[in-house]
DNA sequence: GACCTTCATTGACAAACGTCGATATAGACA
DNA sequence: TGTCTATATCGACGTTTGTCAATGAAGGTC
């Protein structure tokens, strides 16, 4: 599959005022809820943790499979999920693919956290 | 089972530097994915919103199973999943237990996802 | 063309999860 | 004591998830 292949990629821009300020309807939980549950495994945060930490804004799919201690299938798995969560997005270059950070897509998960 | 029932809970106080400013290790990212884990079912969340939100500061059980369309024994499943995650504390008084956010906790989660 | 490398997909499997009905526990009150 | 109510636990179920080996697809090099 091509890098740039449509793939349904949750959107959160306009989801959600901070949970602890008002009160969500269950369409927006359940989409907060997704956003969070791409959060809600070790590899997964690491692997964010690894894109998101590089000097040059991207990194490598090669340069994730070792850090991880996972196979190469199972990474590639788990950037499909970051993919679908809107919370990293792919740019195949030659052979190789490099994976950034979506900013706002974090930025609003952390903001649906915020105090009251 | 009492309320003041040990139960062990997720503490973030000492875990973890923000997601896109230093490398965790896995210990932390283990650590971290099970508080995200916990946020991630829009059932919990509903919860949570509606704890959080509630005026007085806490929501009798009783008034939390309606709300979320859902039996009686799957909330109570969701609250242990939130108390577990250290989200929220139960205080039973008389008949009725009584649920708080823990906003330490939910603090720790989003300074995880603030930006570099 | 043939071959190699990178990455995604498939298929299988065990483990974890969300859900509910039934039941247990504990407190209130007569 | 007995009964009623609120909440937790148990047991079972279908579904989803994380994982890997095997395979496929696409691009590079010779």
Redesign the pocket.
Known sequence: ???G?PLTVLDLDECCTPLRREVLDQTDAATLAEGF?AL?????LQLLNLIATADAGEV????L?EPV?????????????LREAGLVT?A?R?????YSVAPAQLDALQRALARR
């Open positions: 599959m091509a890098v292949t549950k809600g495994d070790p590899v997964r490598c799919a090669c340069d499979v201690g996972r196979s190469q299938p199972t990474v590639s798995h788990h950037l499909k999920v792919a195949k030659g052979t190789w693919v490099w």
